[in-house]
């Protein structure tokens, strides 16, 4: 989505196509466009591509103006990486036994806050919550332990077949100090809800690759079960800009992650959760050998005015840049 009005484009070279301007009969919105099913979408995708290929003339227009690509109406954040979840329990829990008793019998997730989804581009303000300081005390006051964390994002089209709308990246950005005086009993709050940031830019899943995931030890629950590949080879960098200054953080890999996007739909289905066209899900921290949050690193952790640019692409398909700066937040 992009411009004003707001309209859906699609990325071509170095511009946008303008899709309005293409088709007089296109919906304004995503949502509209995916309240049916992805075929609307699968069609205007194969038109552009034969019209590229064709040479055939497109009305395009600079890259600018990018827009919330869906209006996000749930949002549910998953924990499915093994590594992340290993890191952070030795670091939360118990550092002999990391992962929670359930993690290898189901995806683990909480629900989130639509309201606080922003796209790349978008300021993030500093969060202010209790936390205790270095002398033990509970005080309140911004966070000093500004996190972030590298995903994946799909939105949601409950008439699909496999409910799939496309993909985003996503960044769900995390206040430590916050998390680990708030998340005993009932998980964590409000030093997760604060923001999330998406990528302005839907892959659809027919353009990426499918890989197989890790071997889940004990086999996953029937209802759980789904056929292989059932994970997507997207590449993640990660990098913070700091006065100026490019500090690289390094890589993550989709491919690796422990439960899939099919198996964490599966697990919110079983409930009889029901969806709705431009539900937002999150994978859950991508880690690996770099890590996918600060806190895995050992810090340090986010300054005011640094920069988070997640670059993701699958091949030679790019999801273009997801990119947010830190704000001061002088009060609550």
Same mark, same amino acid.
């Given at each position: 989505?992009?411009?004003?009005?707001?309209?859906?484009?699609?990325?071509?070279?170095?511009?946008?196509?303008?899709?309005?301007?293409?088709?007089?009969?296109?919906?304004?919105?995503?949502?509209?466009?995916?309240?049916?099913?992805?075929?609307?979408?699968?069609?205007?995708?194969?038109?552009?591509?034969?019209?590229?290929?064709?040479?055939?003339?497109?009305?395009?227009?600079?890259?600018?103006?990018?827009?919330?690509?869906?209006?996000?109406?749930?949002?549910?954040?998953?924990?499915?990486?093994?590594?992340?979840?290993?890191?952070?329990?030795?670091?939360?829990?118990?550092?002999?036994?990391?992962?929670?008793?359930?993690?290898?019998?189901?995806?683990?997730?909480?629900?989130?806050?639509?309201?606080?989804v922003v796209v790349s581009g978008e300021l993030?303000?500093?969060?202010?919550?209790?936390?205790? /300081?270095?002398? $033990?005390?509970?005080?309140?006051?911004?966070?000093?332990?500004?996190? =972030?964390?590298?995903?994946? #994002?799909? !939105? *949601?089209?409950?008439?699909?077949?496999?409910?799939?709308?496309?993909?985003?990246?996503?960044?769900?950005?995390?206040?430590?100090?916050?998390?680990?005086?708030?998340?005993?009993?009932?998980?964590?709050?409000?030093?997760?809800?604060?923001?999330?940031?998406?990528?302005?830019?839907?892959?659809?899943?027919?353009?990426?690759?499918?890989?197989?995931?890790?071997?889940?030890?004990?086999?996953?629950?029937?209802?759980?079960?789904?056929?292989?590949?059932?994970?997507?080879?997207?590449?993640?960098?990660?990098?913070?800009?700091?006065?100026?200054?490019?500090?690289?953080?390094?890589?993550?890999?989709?491919?690796?992650?422990?439960?899939?996007?099919?198996?964490?739909?599966?697990?919110?289905?079983?409930?009889?959760?029901?969806?709705?066209?431009? /539900?937002?899900? $999150?994978?859950?921290?991508?880690?690996?050998?770099?890590?996918?949050? =600060?806190?895995?690193?050992? #810090?340090? !952790? *986010?300054?005011?005015?640094?920069?988070?640019?997640?670059?993701?692409?699958?091949?030679?398909?790019?999801?273009?840049?997801?990119?947010?700066?830190?704000?001061?937040?002088?009060?609550?």
């Amino acid at each position: 989505m992009f411009g004003e009005p707001a309209r859906p484009g699609m990325r071509y070279g170095q511009g946008l196509i303008d899709l309005r301007a293409l088709f007089s009969s296109m919906p304004e919105t995503l949502n509209e466009l995916f309240r049916e099913g992805r075929e609307k979408a699968l069609e205007l995708r194969q038109y552009v591509r034969a019209l590229i290929e064709a040479g055939g003339e497109l009305p395009t227009v600079p890259v600018g103006g990018l827009r919330m690509p869906f209006a996000v109406g749930n949002f549910v954040d998953f924990y499915s990486s093994r590594e992340h979840a290993e890191n952070v329990g030795r670091l939360f829990r118990d550092p002999l036994k990391p992962l929670p008793e359930n993690w290898l019998h189901l995806p683990a997730g909480y629900n989130g806050r639509a309201s606080n989804v922003v796209v790349s581009g978008e300021l993030v303000r500093r969060p202010w919550g209790q936390y205790r /300081d270095e002398a $033990g005390e509970v005080v309140f006051g911004p966070t000093r332990q500004l996190d =972030l964390e590298v995903e994946m #994002g799909y !939105f *949601l089209c409950p008439k699909a077949c496999d409910q799939l709308a496309g993909f985003v990246l996503l960044n769900d950005w995390s206040a430590r100090d916050m998390q680990r005086w708030e998340y005993v009993p009932l998980g964590p709050f409000l030093s997760k809800g604060f923001a999330t940031s998406v990528s302005p830019y839907v892959v659809m899943p027919e353009a990426l690759e499918a890989v197989a995931g890790p071997v889940q030890e004990p086999p996953a629950m029937p209802h759980l079960q789904v056929e292989e590949p059932r994970n997507f080879a997207v590449t993640i960098e990660v990098r913070i800009v700091r006065a100026g200054a490019e500090v690289p953080l390094g890589r993550m890999e989709y491919a690796g992650m422990y439960w899939s996007h099919g198996q964490q739909l599966a697990h919110l289905r079983s409930a009889g959760i029901q969806f709705c066209v431009g /539900d937002l899900i $999150g994978s859950g921290t991508i880690s690996g050998p770099d890590g996918g949050s =600060l806190l895995e690193r050992g #810090g340090p !952790f *986010l300054e005011d005015g640094d920069e988070v640019v997640l670059r993701g692409y699958c091949g030679k398909i790019g999801f273009g840049e997801l990119r947010n700066r830190i704000y001061a937040n002088p009060s609550c």
